[in-house]
Antibody, heavy 119, light 107 residues
């Protein structure tokens, strides 16, 4: 069974940093692109960042470019999102999501972790 | 970025109704269109990809159609568990974008 479990969310002050993790199991993690998708309270879904299976290709939404860094450790079956210079508008539930090969849709999602940016 | 616009934003329906949700892309995306269902407090769930292919395990009352810029999600006979918010997503080109969502509520 595919499982994605996020952790690392919490309350942080504006300008602060946070590192999210996503632990994957039930599939060959090193064969799949992985993504972060977020959802602000009461709002819709926003794709944040994507990393290819071997980390060769990395993409960011304009809203986080230069502040967030996606990475992965295939030996640990783990995905990460380092978030710096956080703003109030970054407040959201952050989901990690798997993309099937040769595609950028999201076939499995974690349960999400809440990041709140507030003073 | 390709803009995805869903209509309506919300509506009320009854169990047993046939419902249709529309998604329009700001430029052609071929059939690179997915639909997701999200219930309150839960992660989204993939329903349909490639505009019309049902994800494994999704009931056959769900169907999708369209190509280019105009797409529809149809639920042929609404069940109680289908009351949720539905999102379309284009995966034709980076930046991958979602529609704003359509909330299906109980009448």
């Amino acid at each position: 069974e595919v499982q994605l479990v996020e952790s690392g969310g919490g309350l942080v002050k504006p300008g602060g940093s946070l590192r999210l993790s996503c632990a994957a199991s039930g599939f060959t993690f090193s064969s799949y692109s992985m993504n972060w998708v977020r959802q602000a309270p009461g709002k819709g879904l926003e794709w944040v960042s994507s990393i290819s299976s071997s980390s060769s290709y990395i993409y960011y939404a304009d809203s986080v470019k230069g502040r967030f860094t996606i990475s992965r450790d295939n030996a640990k079956n783990s995905l990460y999102l380092q978030m710096n210079s956080l703003r109030a508008e970054d407040t959201a539930v952050y989901y990690c999501a798997r993309a099937p090969p040769l595609s950028q849709l999201f076939d499995y999602w974690g349960q999400g972790t809440l990041v709140t940016v507030s003073s | 970025a390709i803009r995805m616009t869903q209509s309506p934003s919300s509506f009320s329906a009854s169990t047993g109704d046939r419902v249709t949700i529309t998604c329009r892309a700001s430029q052609g995306i071929s059939s690179y269109l997915a639909w997701y269902q999200q219930k309150p407090g839960k992660a989204p769930k993939l329903l349909i990809y490639a505009a019309s292919t049902l994800q494994s395990g999704v009931p056959s009352r769900f169907s999708g159609s369209g190509s280019g810029t105009d797409f529809t999600l149809t639920i042929s006979c609404l069940q109680s568990e289908d009351f949720a918010t539905y999102y379309c997503q284009q995966y034709y080109s980076y930046l991958w974008t979602f529609g704003q969502g359509t909330k299906v509520e109980i009448k």
